[in-house]
């Protein structure tokens, strides 16, 4: 099993920044790939970024790519999304996920955090 912890979230305005932590423990060892996903009000949850420990590939969504920047600190198991240039369209419940395989289906992640709110006001 695998637990993750996220923290960072909050309310910005728009062109604000935020950055969300994701602390990893238990068998991370069995974990490849990290990310996440987040899930407006009303929306099917959606596919943000991703990592893969293996080969160090990042992958983003089109709409956060050149805004959002995921990265890692193998030392202390903790992924990090800094977000800048928020939009109020950013706003949603965004996920911690962690899984074996690499990709950008939800169900593909067995491991999820609790979710932490981000809220851009316009």
């Known amino acids: 099993q695998v637990h993750l912890v996220e923290s960072g979230g909050g309310l910005v305005q728009t062109g604000g920044s935020l950055r969300l932590s994701c602390a990893a423990s238990?068998?991370?060892?069995?974990?490849?790939?990290m990310g996440w996903f987040r899930q407006a009000p009303g929306k099917a949850r959606e596919f943000v970024a991703r990592i893969t420990s293996s080969s160090g590939y990042i992958d983003y969504a089109d709409s956060v790519k050149g805004r959002f920047t995921i990265s890692r600190d193998n030392a202390k198991n903790t992924k990090y999304l800094q977000m800048n240039s928020l939009k109020p369209e950013d706003t949603a419940v965004y996920y911690c996920?962690?899984?074996?395989?690499?990709?950008?289906?939800?169900?593909?992640?067995?491991?999820w955090g609790q979710g932490t709110q981000v809220t851009v006001s316009s």
């Open positions: 238990g068998r991370t060892f069995s974990v490849n790939t």
């Open positions: 996920v962690a899984g074996a395989l690499a990709t950008r289906n939800a169900n593909d992640y067995p491991y």
